[in-house]
Structures are given as C-alpha cells and as structure tokens.
C-alpha cells in the first residue's frame, strides 16, 4: 500500500507540476489526478479501519499480557513464601548447630550465609562454571582415568598419564600455568561480581515488575497517540475531500478546459491586452470595461493557480503524516514482541533458578565436602607391596644414579645424589636451584622413580598471585558445602592413603619463588617444626561427610613418608627466600652441565619402604655421629668467633641438629666430613655474605684464602669446591677477581 500511496504522489506532483509550467510534455491531466486520489483515499479508509481492528487486538494481547504479569507476581509471592520457608527451615538448622559446636562467631557466619543462599542463586552459576573448568584441566591431566557419576565432579589424579607423556610435559605445563592464571583471574572476577550479584538479587524482582508497568504504560500510550493520529488523518481527508470538491468547481467554471489551455489562454489574453491598451486611446469606454473584466479573470486565474499549489503541499504532509503513522505502527509490533521476548526470558530463568534450587538440595542431601579426597579412599585404599629390603647407602646412591639415568634421562653426579639423600635426613623441605632448564624438576621428580614408583610425586605449579595459604591448599564454599580441593591438598591426601603411606612420598613446588613461600607455604612451614603429628588446617569448622583421613573434619596431616622440594630460578619474574626458609630446608645449586654417565640396568624388585629407609638414616647417625660433632667443634673452635665479628654470621640449635643429621649419612653413603662442611658452608653460613657490602672486599678476600686451607687440613681428601666458588663469585662481583 505504501507503494501505491507512492506512486500516487509522483503522478500528483508530476501533475502540478505541468500545471506550474516546470515540467514539459505531461500529457496527464486534473481529471486523472483526482481518479487517482479517489482510489488513494479509499485505500486510506481501508488502511485505518485495518489499523482499528489490529489496535482492538493488541488491545485484547495487551489485556493477555496484563494476566500473565499478574500470574508472574503471584509465582513470585509463591517464590517468596518459599523462601520464607526455607529461611525457616536454615534458622532451624542453626540452632542445632549452635547446640553442637561452641564456635560462635563460626556458626553465626554460616548461619548468615545459609540466610542469603536464596539471594545467591546467581552465584551459584559463576561456581559452575569455575568448577567445570577445573575439573576440565583435572580430567586432562589425570588422562580421564577416573569418572564420577555426577557431572560437578570429575576430580581424579592424572599423574600416570603424565609420566606416561613426559615428552609433552613442558607444553603441558605451560599450557596449565596460563589455564591456572586464567582461574584465578576468573576467581577475582567472581570475587568482586558477588557484592553486585547479591545487590543485584534483592532488587531484581522489583525492577521487572517496574520495567512491565513502565512498558504497558508506553504501549498504552502508543496506542492513544496512534488512535488521536488517525483521527487526525480521517479529518485530514474530509479536508482533502473539501478541497478537491472546490478544486472541481473550479474546474468546471473554466468550461473543461486544462491547465495547459488555461494557460495559453492566458498569454492570448495578455496579447490581447497589449493590443487593446495600444488602441484604449480611441476605444469607447465599453472596451475600457470589457478590458477590466479579463484583467480581474487574469487575477481569478492566478489564485486559482497558487491554491492548487497550496493544496499540493497540505497532500504532501498528509502522506508524510500517513508513513509517520505506519512507522510507529511498526514501533508498537517490535515493542510488543520484545514484551513477549521478556516475558520467555523471565519464565526461561525461573525454570534454570528452580533447577539450582533442586540441585543444591540433592548435594547438600548426599554429596561429599571432599569429593577428590572421597575418591582417593576408594581408589587407594588397598596398601601397596614394596621392597622389605633396603639396600646400604651407597649402593642406593649408585642404583639411584643408575635408575634416574636409565628411566628419566637424567644424568647427576653421584655427590650430588649423596647430598639429596642425606638433604633426606636432615628436612623435609627440599630447595633445588640453578639456571632454568638444567633439569631441576626432573631430578624432583626422578626421585621418585628411583625410589621404585613413579605415582609417588605429584607437581604443583606456583602462581605469581600467592599470597595466602588459601592459594596453595584450595577453600570451603559454604553455599556449595564443598571445599575445592587445590594440587596441594589432593597430593598430600594422596601420601597419606594406604596405597602410599609407606612409601616416600615427594610434593614438587615448581617455581616456588615466583610468589613468597614465607607467605602461602606459612602453614607448612610451621607444621613442619612440629613435631609430633603436625597437620594444617584446611577449614575452621567441621564440614559434613569429610573424607576418611581429614581429621576431625577440619584438618588434614602432614604425614613422615612426604618431603616438600621447591625449584628456584632467580631472574626479574621471582623473589628472593627468606633466611628463615634456608634455615629450615636442604639447599641444592643445580651444576649447569650434567656429567656423562654409563647406563647400567639396574632395577629395585619393588618400591622401597619408608620404614626401611628411616632405619637406614638412623644407623648411618648412630655409626658416624662422630664426623658430626668433629663438624661442630671445627666451626666451633676456628670459625664460630672470627664469622660473628668479622661478617656478623652465627648459627644456633638448628643448624648443630641439622649437621648431626646430615654428615652421618653423607660419610655413610660414600662421601667424606669435609664433603658435607662444604656443602652446609655454601649454602647453610656463607650466604649471606653476597651483596655485603658492609664487608670490605680485602677482608673477604683474606677470608676466602685462611677458609680454604683451613677446610683442606680439616679433610685433605675433599676440595673445598661449593665454598670457594661462592666466595669467588662474590669477589668477582666486586672486581676482585
């Protein structure tokens, strides 16, 4: 129709303007004008009486969608009510919780969560979302070995497959590391999203109670405009029709005639004119009025014209007027549909909001607060043959050698490994440093491979983000009533289950300095100076259905058959350690270049026991507890006073225990006392001398050369290599050397 209405324009105009003289050749005429407008306004009343039926029937869906509204309220009072009920049932749950624990301010902190688990639904799909996307890097890692019935949990260890695919570990890891920071971006968002989700909850229902009345009142609006506007169109063509009646009277009294003819008729007139004002003079005054009364045509004529010129204009804002009306017709249809778009949504996210609801209930019903812990028990809850034999210490140290190079890869001198086993003895935290890519996991690693299995190691990356030990043992979501059990927390409960327990047991930081260990590795660090069964605290009350071995579903332990081994690189990405981690851990400097060994084909029958090993630390301290004390009173005796007053170094219990417990195993295992004074002096009381430059570079000097021969008549036999190259490397740094 618009089309029509269109087309009817253009002749109209094409019309006047011939009429006008702008357009030459028209050969349509007035008559044919008014045709075509007869049919444009027929087709106008057709249009409005179609546009009254369509306004009676948005009306009727208008009245429709009020009903469905006042249904919508109602499910949401429904809703409510229900809340009501549920905030009863948790106040309920509360109480009975108070009378079993005397945590007060814990339980009221759950209380209030349980509170505002109906204003948290939202967060609940954040969560989701988070834990699908762990179990999807778990599930990778672990190779799909293991899969749980329920969608939510797909925990499950990964570590065969892994050393399986050591070839692809380093992409792997990479590929971990980004995917982890991606988390723990993602875990901020959620983080800071919560505050605005619960703000959000509350206010929510008003709000799309709001924007419906809002949106009926503009369409209710709309529709009287609409009403008022085709009123005004209806006037508007008995104006039209008024006019082309007077406009065909006009018509009529020019006896037919175009306007063409009128037209030239006019210029015959005004030639006429001119010739009968040349012969006024002698005319008789009849001609004078003759002359008068075709002037006053010629004036008739002339407004005639500018009229029809008017009402061409008044058709030209009527049919603007007309497209006007249809596009806010439009208007009011897409309004409409988004009303109904809306109200899908909303019916749309009450069904996925009830479905959480059912969910959360089915898991606070029967689900496990420690679900990959939970799987352990059935998994590894056989114990495990090993080895009841253990071999003397240096033939370990030589069948480690050989295992490490013959399954690993991995080539070490054999004083290094003596340094790692009898590290063994002296702590449980390991530190393994050099220069990146010399094989500082892989010989963490390769431990346990030569200790006889390769599922008793578990790598866990640090992120640069660690700031608390939230990070490196995971947290309890009290709206989930699941703790997310972090790397850590999984290895650590691995070690201890009865597949494990008596076996060695090696949890790799790797890259422990990218965050500082003194802040997320806290906890260990003091549960290890405990020393009757330390354990750290994993949440502050206890949660429902733990796994078998969280204590007093609370705490997890720190069991005898686990050592802790962190690799270090130093450049701008990390931190430096703190004195008290070095005090407390086993240092290793990594050589750059690994020596060429044979490969042998050694094998250990089965994996070597905890137990055995224990023994064997315990008689090399029994046999060689004399090299130790000849360590002490050598320091004692030449170094503990000129250190204390020439560079400020003492040492206390901890490092006399710690000497005791590793020169014994050191000499035991095939090397010498001076061997193992070397390695405590370069990593142990030496080094915090770099960067003293309170100390003068000729005082250290002369202590480098009195240091060196004084460790060589202590023990002829061993080069003091680890001393003299941390001193020459510091002389160096000053130009000394």
């Not at 039926?53 to 009903?67: P, S, Y």
């Not at 006037?235 to 020019?254: I, K, P, T, V």
């Not at 963490?444 to 990356?461: E, H, N, Y």
């Not at 990405?573 to 005090?583: E, I, L, R, S």
Request: glycine share 6%.
């Amino acid at each position: 129709m618009l089309a029509e209405i269109q087309r009817v324009a253009n002749e109209a105009e094409a019309v006047v303007a011939t009429g006008s003289g702008v357009a030459e050749g028209a050969n349509s005429d007035l008559a044919s004008a008014w045709a075509l407008y007869l049919a444009l306004a027929e087709r106008q009343a057709t249009a409005v009486n179609k546009l009254s039926v369509r306004a009676g029937a948005l009306r009727a869906e208008q009245e429709e969608l009020t009903a469905a509204v006042a249904r919508r309220a109602e499910e949401a009072a429904a809703l409510r009510e229900r809340n009501a009920s549920l905030d009863a049932r948790t106040e309920l749950l509360a109480r009975r919780e108070r009378d079993l624990s005397d945590r007060e301010e814990v339980v009221e902190a759950e209380f209030a969560e349980r509170r505002l688990e109906i204003g948290r639904e939202l967060e609940t799909w954040l969560t989701e979302q988070r834990r699908t996307a762990v179990n999807a890097l778990d599930t990778e890692r672990q190779d799909r070995q293991a899969r749980w019935s329920e969608e939510q949990r797909r925990l499950a260890d990964a570590q065969t497959a892994l050393d399986q695919r050591e070839s692809e570990l380093a992409q792997r890891e990479r590929d971990l590391r980004s995917a982890r920071i991606r988390l723990d971006v993602e875990r901020e968002d959620i983080v800071h999203l919560k505050a605005a989700l619960k703000e959000q909850q509350v206010t929510r229902a008003q709000r799309f109670e709001d924007e419906v009345a809002s949106h009926t009142g503009h369409l209710l609006q709309q529709m009287e405009e609409n009403r008022l506007r085709m009123a005004a169109v209806a006037e508007g063509n008995d104006r039209l029709s008024a006019r082309l009646n007077e406009y065909d009277a006009a018509l009529a009294s020019l006896g037919g005639m175009t306007l063409e003819q009128v037209v030239e008729r006019l210029t015959n007139l005004r030639a006429e004119n001119s010739r009968l004002l040349e012969e006024n003079a002698a005319a008789p005054r009849a001609d004078a009025r003759l002359l008068e009364q075709l002037r006053q045509q010629v004036v008739q004529l002339a407004a005639d014209n500018e009229e029809l010129v008017q009402e061409r204009g008044e058709l030209e804002s009527a049919l603007q007027r007309d497209r006007i009306a249809v596009n806010e017709r439009q208007n009011y249809v897409e309004a409409n549909n988004w009303l109904r778009a809306a109200n899908g949504q909303l019916q749309q996210l009450l069904n996925e909001e009830a479905a959480k609801l059912r969910t959360t209930a089915q898991l606070d019903k029967d689900g496990h607060a420690f679900p990959a812990c939970s799987g352990m028990d059935r998994e590894f809850g056989n114990p495990q043959p090993f080895d009841a034999r253990t071999p003397e210490l240096p033939e370990l140290v030589r069948q480690m050698q050989s295992v490490i190079r013959q399954k690993a890869g991995l080539s070490y001198r054999l004083l290094d490994l003596r340094l790692v086993l009898a590290g063994m003895a002296m702590s449980r935290l390991h530190l393994f440093q050099g220069i990146s890519g010399i094989g500082k996991t892989g010989l963490a690693r390769a431990l346990a491979v030569a200790f006889g299995s390769d599922k008793s190691a578990a790598v866990v990356p640090v992120q640069a983000g660690w700031r608390d030990p939230q990070d490196l043992m995971g947290y309890y979501n009290s709206f989930d009533r699941l703790f997310y059990e972090s790397d850590f927390t999984k290895a650590l409960y691995r070690a201890q289950c009865p597949a494990f327990k008596d076996r060695p047991f090696f949890i790799i930081l790797d890259e422990m300095n990218l965050s500082h260990p003194e802040q997320y590795f806290s906890g260990v660090l003091s549960a290890l100076a405990i020393k009757d069964q330390p354990r750290l605290a994993l949440t502050t009350a206890p949660v429902r259905n733990p796994a078998d071995l969280i204590i007093d579903g609370t705490h997890i332990a720190v069991p005898d058959n686990v050592w802790f081994i962190g690799t270090a690189n130093h450049d701008e990405t990390t931190v430096g350690f703190a004195d008290k981690t070095y005090d407390r851990a086993f240092v290793l400097e990594l050589p750059w270049q690994h020596p060429d060994v044979p490969e042998t084909a050694p094998a250990f029958p089965e994996p070597l026991g905890q137990g055995g090993l224990s023994r064997s630390f315990d008689k090399a301290q029994a046999t060689y507890g004399s090299e130790a004390d000849n360590i002490i009173e050598f320091l004692d005796a030449h170094w503990r006073g000129r250190l204390a007053e020439e560079l400020r170094i003492g040492w206390g219990n901890r490092l006399e225990k710690q000497i005791k417990q590793f020169a014994p195993v050191v000499v035991a295992a095939g090397g010498s006392t001076g061997e193992a004074l070397d390695h405590l002096l370069a990593t142990r009381i030496l080094p915090s001398v770099r960067g003293r430059y309170d100390v003068h570079a000729e005082a250290l000097d002369t202590l480098r050369s009195d240091l060196v021969e004084s460790l060589a008549r202590f023990d002829s036999s061993h080069e003091p290599v680890a001393t003299r190259r941390l001193l020459d490397e510091e002389l160096r740094s000053r130009g000394r050397l």
